[in-house]
Structure formats: structure tokens, C-alpha cells
């Protein structure tokens, strides 16, 4: 190859770096900007407290089925899911997996409890889908809520949001209504979600078998098609 075809080898080399460069900021920036849109609906935050947080973001991909957290470990990040689909789960005493919960986009994933005490996840959470998150580390964002005023706000609207006013009537409705009824009430709620989970992570979540979910899926067919 020729002195003058290799330069030209190179800078075209080193071109396409720099889009790539360009491209992978523009889509961090994107990304970020959803993260803050969705933290904005808690509470305003100012530009100083943006800028502190957002210092504090990495974006991390996580292919189908790569845990985000692992059973057994402590757990240290939190995970903003910008694309994608984790859900909570653990292994019961028969051997089945049972899911606690799932992580759609503009959902944060953490396993909280374990996070907050410093103690091995009794879960694990796993991505459902090729999942693009943007993560960020607890104690650093501790630090930011003894900082700024409206992080502390934050803070405190999201455990009382998703800790108290959400948990508890899903608490009451595992304990007191049927399957049946449960599954409706999935389906009412999150209506796109529903579409892009497996029968097998449905029933996981229901507590019951694939099998017993086909059935109350062909029950409901019959008594309500709108619902097939």
C-alpha cells in the first residue's frame, strides 16, 4: 500500500471514530435529559443539583437474561432503565422462580432494602430484554441528598410513591384476590407491558403455573374477548 493510500486509510480511520464519538454523546445526552424528565415529575430540581446527579450516571447495557444484581451479592447501584426490561426475581423453597416485580423504561431498579442495609439481595434482577440503563452509586447519591434540598425532596416522594402508596394495595390485592382477578388487574394497569412479557414471566409473577395461566386466559377469552 502506498505511503499516500494508508494516510488516507487513516483519516478516514480516524473520521469515523470522531462520528462514532459524536453519535455515543448525543445518545448519553438523550438519555440522560430522560432520566432528569422522569425525576422532574417527582419535584423541580435546580441546574446545580442536575449537574451534581448527572455527574454520577454511567451508561451500562445489559444483554437478555445478564443480571444487573445477583442473588447472595450487596448490592451498590440503583439503574435507570432508559430502553429495555428487568424484572426482580428469586428462586422459592420448590424450586420455582418467582418475580416481585418488573422495570420497564423511566423505572429505577434496586433492590432497596438490601442496598439500604448493606446486606446480600435475597433477589436477583435480570434483564428481560437487551436493556440500556444508566446507573448510578447509592452512597455517592446519599451524599447528594445531605447536599441538596431538592434531592432530599426526591427522596422522599419516591419512597413514599413507590414504597407506601403503590406497594401496599398490591400488598393487600396478593393476599386477599385470586389469580383471576390479579391478572385482570395487570392487564387493566399495564396494558403494554402485558404484551411484552412471556406467558412463563407472567405466571411468575402471578405465583401460579404456566398451565394455570393458560387457563385463566382461555376463561377469559370466553367471558370477556375484549380481554383475549
Known amino acids: 500500500m502506498s505511503?499516500?493510500?494508508t494516510r488516507l486509510l487513516f483519516s478516514h480511520g480516524d473520521e469515523m471514530g470522531q462520528i462514532k464519538i459524536i453519535a455515543d454523546s448525543r445518545i448519553e445526552l438523550m438519555n440522560t435529559e430522560a432520566f432528569f424528565t422522569k425525576i422532574r415529575t417527582y419535584t423541580?430540581?435546580?441546574?446545580k443539583a442536575e449537574l451534581a446527579w448527572s455527574s454520577l450516571l454511567r451508561p451500562r447495557q445489559y444483554?437478555?437474561?445478564?443480571?444487573?444484581?445477583?442473588?447472595?451479592?450487596?448490592p451498590t447501584?440503583?439503574?435507570f432503565v432508559v430502553k429495555g426490561l428487568l424484572c426482580q426475581r428469586y428462586v422459592g423453597r420448590d424450586g420455582n422462580m418467582i418475580i416481585k416485580c418488573f422495570f420497564p423504561e423511566n423505572r429505577i431498579a434496586s433492590s432497596v432494602s438490601a442496598t439500604l442495609l448493606g446486606e446480600p439481595s435475597p433477589f436477583a434482577i435480570t434483564a428481560i430484554e437487551n436493556t440500556t440503563v444508566l446507573?448510578?452509586?447509592?452512597?455517592?447519591?446519599?451524599?447528594?441528598?445531605?447536599d441538596f434540598a431538592d434531592i432530599a425532596a426526591f427522596y422522599?416522594?419516591?419512597m413514599e410513591r413507590h414504597w407506601i402508596i403503590d406497594k401496599?394495595?398490591?400488598?393487600?390485592?396478593?393476599?386477599h384476590d385470586d389469580a383471576m382477578q390479579r391478572y385482570i388487574d395487570f392487564i387493566r394497569k399495564e396494558p403494554e407491558l402485558h404484551k411484552r412479557?412471556?406467558?412463563?414471566?407472567?405466571?411468575?409473577?402471578l405465583g401460579i403455573t404456566p398451565e394455570s395461566l393458560s387457563r385463566l386466559r382461555k376463561t377469559i377469552a370466553i367471558t370477556r374477548p375484549d380481554r383475549g
Do not use: C
Open 168 to 175: 401496599e394495595p398490591g400488598e393487600i390485592a396478593f393476599r
Open 77 to 79: 447501584t440503583y439503574a
Open 197 to 205: 412479557l412471556k406467558q412463563h414471566h407472567i405466571a411468575a409473577w
Open 44 to 47: 423541580p430540581l435546580s441546574e
Open 63 to 74: 444483554r437478555k437474561e445478564e443480571p444487573f444484581i445477583r442473588a447472595g451479592d450487596v
Open 3 to 5: 505511503p499516500d493510500a
Open 135 to 146: 446507573e448510578y452509586d447509592f452512597a455517592a447519591f446519599r451524599l447528594l441528598v445531605s
Open 156 to 158: 422522599i416522594r419516591y
